[in-house]
């Protein structure tokens, strides 16, 4: 198995980041009833990337074991902003943020940080420009005009009462 | 064990039907979405333990898609609630791709993974019910910018040096 393969292993397997889970989901006041899914979803989120390193970490997949690693980082990226999101109009809207997304949104930022160690910052950069400015709508893509658009485009794709 | 905290159960008001954050709730109908774990139980060989995880995973990008459509759920929230629509959809897009190039990995080592196929197969289900409400041309030019992103990534050491 390749080096790096072996270390993210390493590092997800440890008890930092079971400890980083408990201590989120504590902080935000998960209830008891909750922490089985919190830990259910962290331990997913685990066993996805141990996969990768079983599947990809064998000597000769480097590139493609990088790019993976980079892609993970990227889609944890996006469930992090979006946990914060949903808290942030929580909070706006109802006073406080629901205790899950908060735990979840740490739990996401736990496994980043574990992936960042073997990731080029350069390349932490952009993915992480290009995250933030697609949430944030200031993508080029998504202009407000085909915004409008798009909603009339779903409207007709998902007719009242489908 | 089941789903703990569902969107429907947290009295929170429900989004509009005939508004996108309403057609994103119905995007994450947990019934439509445990429809599709029971296909791909079906058509597989998982374990007990396996089929329950496949549930668990399900129910949670149920409840992803139905957060967010609750917490983005006025008719003001639209003009932000379609790049966050776009976000989510790349994040279950990179899901998906990271099972799928597992799954081939696995097959070329002859070691298959039907637990990875299962959560690649509904993965891709409910990323189809989420494509219906993005423009395509986004989903293209979003997709093809997250790849190009990302085949620009190589490992440090194999970094091509400038001479000069």
Known sequence: ?162 | MGYLSSPRASGLPLPQPNTLAGHLWMAGDPGVIDEMVSVAVASLNLSEAEIEDLRLYAQERSAAIQTLAQALGHAEDEPELYPTIAALWLELRFDWQRHNEVMNYAATRIMPLPRVAAHGAVGSAILARLEDLLLPEHRDELAGHAIRLLEAVVPPQTQLVNPS
């Open chain 1, 1 to 162: 198995m390749i080096a790096s393969a072996v270390k993210l292993a390493a590092l997800v397997s440890g008890p930092e980041f079971a400890q980083a889970v408990l201590t989120h989901g504590a902080a935000a006041g998960v209830s008891p009833e909750e922490f089985p899914r919190l830990t259910a979803s962290a331990l997913r989120r685990r066993g996805a990337i141990l996969d990768v390193c079983n599947a990809l970490g064998a000597k000769g997949d480097e590139d493609d074991f990088y790019r993976t690693l980079a892609a993970i980082w990227l889609e944890l990226r996006f469930e992090w902003q979006r946990h914060n999101l949903v808290s942030n109009y929580g909070t706006v809207r109802h006073g406080c943020a629901a205790p899950l997304s908060l735990a979840l949104a740490g739990a996401s930022s736990a496994l980043m940080a574990q992936l960042e160690s073997l990731l080029d910052d350069t390349a932490l950069a952009r993915l992480g420009e290009f995250a933030a400015q697609l949430i944030e709508g200031t993508h080029g893509v998504l202009s407000a005009e085909a915004t409008q658009v798009s909603n009339a485009a779903a409207h007709a794709y998902f007719p009242a009462g489908s």
